[in-house]
C-alpha cells in the first residue's frame, strides 16, 4: 500500500531535489570543516571485518569512501541523483556502490546491512520523514 504524502513531506521532497541538484558540484567544498570527522564515524560504528554499510543520504559520497577505504562493502544512497554523480565521478573504490533511494522506502531486503549510517541529513528532514526512516522495527515494518 503506497503511503500519501502530506504537503510539507511534498515540498521537503521537491526542494531537496532541486537544492541538491544545484549545490551537487560545490558541495564538498561547502562540507569541507567537517571532513575530520568522517574517519571518527567509521571507528564509532565498531564496524566488524567484511561488515556491509549502508551510508542514508551519502550525497558526493564522503562518508561512503570512509567505510570503504577500510575495506567495507558500502553501498551509498540518496535522494539526488546529482550528488549521487558527483560521488560516483570521484570514487576509486570497487567496494562502494551508490543508488537512488529513499531512506523511508529502502529498495533492500531486512538485514541486508550490519551497519547503517546517516551523516548531516536528518536535520533536513521534516519530522514525519525522519521518524519513517529511523522508526523500524525487525521485519522492517514502521513502528
Same mark, same amino acid.
Given at each position: 500500500?503506497?503511503?500519501k504524502?502530506?504537503?510539507?513531506? $511534498?515540498?521537503? !521532497?521537491?526542494?531537496?531535489?532541486?537544492?541538491?541538484?544545484?549545490l551537487? =558540484?560545490? !558541495?564538498?567544498?561547502?562540507?569541507?570543516?567537517?571532513?575530520? *570527522?568522517?574517519?571518527? *564515524? /567509521?571507528?564509532?560504528?565498531?564496524?566488524?571485518?567484511?561488515?556491509? %554499510?549502508?551510508? *542514508?543520504?551519502?550525497?558526493?559520497?564522503?562518508?561512503?569512501?570512509?567505510?570503504?577505504? $577500510?575495506? !567495507?562493502?558500502? *553501498?551509498? %544512497?540518496?535522494?539526488?541523483?546529482?550528488?549521487? +554523480? /558527483?560521488?560516483?565521478? $570521484?570514487?576509486?573504490?570497487?567496494?562502494?556502490?551508490?543508488e537512488?533511494?529513499?531512506?523511508?522506502?529502502? =529498495?533492500?531486503?531486512?538485514?541486508?546491512?550490519?551497519?547503517?549510517? /546517516?551523516?548531516?541529513?536528518?536535520?533536513?528532514? =521534516?519530522?514525519? %520523514?525522519?521518524?519513517?526512516? %529511523?522508526?523500524?522495527?525487525?521485519?522492517?515494518?514502521? +513502528?
Open positions: 500500500m503506497e503511503e504524502l502530506t504537503d510539507e513531506e $511534498k515540498e521537503y !521532497y521537491s526542494l531537496t531535489r532541486k537544492a541538491f541538484a544545484a551537487a =558540484p560545490f !558541495y564538498d567544498i561547502i562540507a569541507a570543516p567537517f571532513s575530520g *570527522v568522517r574517519d571518527r *564515524v /567509521v571507528s564509532l560504528t565498531n564496524a566488524q571485518e567484511g561488515a556491509k %554499510i549502508l551510508d *542514508v543520504a551519502t550525497g558526493t559520497g564522503k562518508q561512503a569512501f570512509a567505510f570503504a577505504e $577500510k575495506g !567495507y562493502e558500502t *553501498v551509498g %544512497i540518496d535522494l539526488s541523483n546529482a550528488m549521487l +554523480n /558527483v560521488a560516483k565521478k $570521484k570514487s576509486k573504490f570497487k567496494n562502494a556502490r551508490f537512488v533511494a529513499d531512506a523511508t522506502n529502502l =529498495p533492500f531486503e531486512d538485514n541486508s546491512f550490519d551497519v547503517s549510517c /546517516v551523516s548531516f541529513a536528518l536535520h533536513d528532514m =521534516p519530522l514525519s %520523514i525522519r521518524k519513517k526512516g %529511523i522508526e523500524r522495527d525487525g521485519q522492517g515494518n514502521q +513502528n
